[in-house]
């Protein structure tokens, strides 16, 4: 299922005479062009183009004011033949693997509406794909090869990313929202999981737990590795001991988090905190705790990472770092476009921060 849509581009019209005559309709139904463009600003008609295609030659004021005047104007280009003239079809791509948890998370149509957004400010779309796990990277040969995007938001990374390998080969431009084992040709937007994994760590220990465990998901993720040495380091800096078994990966969603969560509150010296990797496990605790006569927020406690909602509705409600998945959507996508215009990829790397929720979850010892 390949979706392919802009807010710029719907059509509508929100006048309430658009159809209110022959002569008004025909006027409504003519097409600007970037000949009219050039003619409202005073400007030739190839400057225009290099501007709306942000060519390095134009200033950056003529590009804004380009814009501008052709937003105001109702100027659209045809996407056929600006892709035959500049071998672009600005649009930027997304790949969701279904196999992936993260397909089915309700932050997903945070993100997707602030890519769309920030693409159709520039004028461009966002071309969405889904593939099961083992069809990804034929998805992504296909879309390249109809020329359905000029570059590719590349999401919940990898160590070693067959995507990344793919497409840096390829010399297809694309931005992680996250980062690689080997940054070599990578741009990427991600959220300092090191610093929300310390702090947690520093937070329970300021409130009186001394013995803490690691949740975390899947080992082959950047996440993973990245909060788990937030965690360690939070640990090592507290002055707390860390033994093995405190430490769990596997945990991906309720079933799993309450499965790993079972196995630390059974052992004989169990965990009176956790710190958990991602909110759909840390909701697993609630009914690991209660099979064993717990109650959290009482006896136990945890802080998770995502912000996802179901958290507010837990009782007590998830203490947990909250990320803006609009915000980043909006960024990862002004990085791309930079990215399909030629920007080198060290130059666009940018960290955002969590918000904590500070919850009934993470109660003093």
Known sequence: MDLNFSLAETGFCSQPDCMSGPSRLSTQARRVTILDVAEAMGVAKGTVSRALNGHPDIAEATKRRARKVADRLGYRPLGSAQAIRTGRCRSLGLVIETAEHDAHQPFLAEFLAGLSDSAAEEGWTLTVASAPGRDTLETYRRLISDRKADGFIVPRTKLDDPRV?????????????????????????????????????????????????????????????????????????????????????????????????????????????????????????WRAAQARGLVVGRDVAIVGYDGAPDGAHAEPPLATWAVDYEAAGRRLAALLIRRARGEAPETLREIAYARFLDRGSAVAR
């Open 165 to 285: 390998t793919m497409l840096r080969d390829a010399d297809i431009p694309f931005v992680l929202f996250g980062r690689h084992g080997d940054p070599d040709g990578c741009a990427w937007y991600d959220i300092d999981m090191v610093g929300a994994m310390r702090e947690s760590v520093r937070l329970l220990a300021r409130r009186g737990h001394r013995r803490i465990a690691f949740v975390g998901g899947g080992p082959q993720h950047t996440y993973e590795h990245l909060r788990e040495e937030g965690f360690r380091a939070g640990m090592d800096e507290a002055g707390l001991a860390l033994p093995d078994a405190f430490v769990r990966h596997g945990a991906l969603d309720r079933a799993s988090g309450a499965e790993a969560f079972g196995a630390l509150l059974d052992l004989p010296e169990a965990p009176t905190a956790f710190v958990c990797a991602i909110d759909a496990a840390a909701l697993g605790l």
